[in-house]
């Protein structure tokens, strides 16, 4: 399976249609939006992907929790936002949270079942191993040198960093 990864839009529209579009030109059949979304046009746009058929799974980050507007019409969406969303996909083990909560994030990392961690919150790609744990950070699509997007191929376990033009 291959799922595209996305942080930190922080409600910029263009490069965020920008990004989206670059995760699908990829072959991406999932999105995962690693929170900071930033705006209700941002969560519209991720529900039109969704509607034409690509599922998203989004968390919110610190900036979002400081808007409950956003959360409240997230959910009428239909995009759940909770701040720790554990699924399966492709028989992985995912976790997914902002990356701002420390604690949070240090009971994550301990958990033996998980397969990956998708977060943001620092701007920066990250891909790092702890034990049987692939924790990654696809980078920031707002406030980023490089701004970008990632991409996971499941099956190959391979990670592709996609730089969006600036």
Known sequence: MIIGL???????????????????????EQIIHCGDLGSEELLSLLFEVQTEGTPIYAVPGNVDEWEPGLIL?????????PRVHRFELADKQIALHHGHDPQVMTELMADPDLDYLFSGHTHVAKDERQGNLRMINPGAVYRATPPGVSVLDTESDQL???????
């Open 6 to 28: 996305l942080s930190d839009t922080h409600g910029h529209l263009a490069r965020s249609e920008q990004a989206l579009d670059l995760l699908q030109q990829a072959g991406a």
């Open 73 to 81: 019409y997230a959910k009428k969406l239909g995009i759940p936002l």
């Open 160 to 166: 592709t960093f996609i730089p969006l033009p600036l």
